[in-house]
């Protein structure tokens, strides 16, 4: 038998309460990837009251980290590179919630100076000014990842 | 314009002010087939201590307010029960006010009620958690707006592309019509955010029962 799927409402400004635990963004304890970003609305301010999720595969399974963003709309992260697959560069598939987003948003995370990025199918797809909003900026020892959920330079979403 | 699924509600709903800002603009792009659609994480039962499903004993005493049972099942489209799933909630107190530094409602916070919890799904699919029914409560959205009672769930499921964030309300409530948060859903969908009060689920003398499944997009993973 269908049924009728329970439709999707926003995450409101309150959901630290059940949703985010301090040590939650750490997918890779061990791992060298450091990710740090804020989540910026349509007039270019931050936003306090988001929480990012990454999914990645890992060798025994899918990474999985979720982080909110403080007062000036900074998320960070800990983990690893994923590991190359055929014909795609490595990438960490990226939710976003938010008070006011009443779904979450999916993007992808791709890393600089990789040359796999040239033949990745999904980049391949964007217009130059659409693929820079997917691939991460090196800053320091950290990858500097920023989410605009609107606006000129709006990150790209996905449909999922 | 609603989402894909066609029950989720759009991305820009200007009658929910926060939109206006927040909402993406250009249109989202479709799912390239190289997206992994990953198994969700897999969290243990060591994860979920005995009392995170009972929001009524996480202190030294008893909240105040009207005790509720709320059960149900996570159910994929073609009714298969999700089993071994988290499912977790977080609400306002019988108040109406979050135990929360950004809530600026002046009503009561109550030493005895945190508001949150959380457990696993057993092999039917089904969840259960005892709590108080929150209370109404006002925001800034416009003039005298207030949000009808409501629990936050957020939902796994199997994979990537099961995840929910929804809201749980209660049947009958007046404020429903004055919402734009539950008018954002299209109207045939909106009474799957309602939970159905049932005599057979509450408790004689002691809690109110509820009930509230939720259906998830199905995947192709045999599980």
């Excluded at chain 2, 969290?43 to 005493?61: A, C, I, K, P």
């Excluded at chain 2, 049972?69 to 306002?92: C, H, K, Y």
């Excluded at chain 2, 925001?139 to 995840?163: E, K, Q, T």
Aim: charged share 25%; hydrophobic share 35%; glycine share 10%.
């Amino acid at each position: 038998m269908t049924q009728g799927l329970t439709p999707s409402q926003t995450v409101g400004p309150f959901f630290s309460i059940g949703l985010t635990d301090a040590t939650q963004n750490v997918l890779a304890p061990e791992g060298a990837v450091r990710i740090a970003g804020r989540v910026l609305d349509g007039a270019g301010d931050p936003i306090p009251d988001a929480v990012v999720e990454l999914w990645q595969p890992g060798p025994g399974g899918t990474l999985w980290g979720r982080c909110g963003t403080d007062t000036e709309g900074w998320f960070k992260f800990v983990t690893e590179r994923p590991a190359p697959e055929e014909g795609a560069a490595p990438a960490i598939d990226v939710l976003v919630f938010a008070r006011g987003l009443l779904r979450h948003l999916a993007t992808r995370l791709y890393f600089p100076d990789e040359p796999a990025n040239d033949g990745d199918p999904v980049l391949a797809a964007l217009d130059p000014g659409e693929r820079d909003t997917l691939v991460a900026r090196r800053d320091g020892d950290a990858l500097r990842f920023d989410i605009r959920l609107q606006g000129d330079q709006q990150t790209v979403f996905f449909a999922v | 314009m609603s989402g894909a699924s066609g029950v989720d509600p759009p991305l820009l709903y200007p009658d929910y002010r926060s939109t206006r800002l927040r909402a993406p603009l250009r249109p989202l792009l479709p799912l390239p087939e190289s997206f992994h659609d990953l198994e969700s994480p897999i969290f243990g039962h060591e994860s979920v201590g005995e009392l995170d499903r009972d929001l009524t004993r996480q202190h030294d005493g008893e909240p105040l307010g009207e005790r509720i049972v709320v059960t149900g099942r996570v159910l994929e489209e073609d009714g298969r029960p999700v089993r071994d799933t988290l499912v977790e909630i977080w609400q306002a107190n019988a108040g109406g006010r979050y135990k929360h530094e950004g809530d600026r409602h002046p009503a009561p916070l109550d030493p005895n009620f945190s508001g949150a919890g959380r457990c696993l799904t057993d092999d039917g699919g089904r969840y259960e958690f005892v709590t108080v029914k929150p209370g109404a409560y006002p925001w800034g959205n416009h003039p005298n707006a207030w949000r009808p009672a409501h629990i936050h769930f957020s939902l796994f499921g199997r994979a990537f592309s099961s995840r929910l964030v929804t809201q749980m309300y209660f049947p009958g409530d007046p404020l429903f019509e004055l919402d734009p948060i539950m008018g954002s859903v299209p109207a045939n969908a909106r009474d799957r955010l309602v939970a159905n009060f049932e005599l057979g689920l509450t408790q004689p003398e002691w809690a109110l029962g509820y009930r509230f499944d939720i259906v998830l997009r199905s995947t192709p993973f045999e599980t």
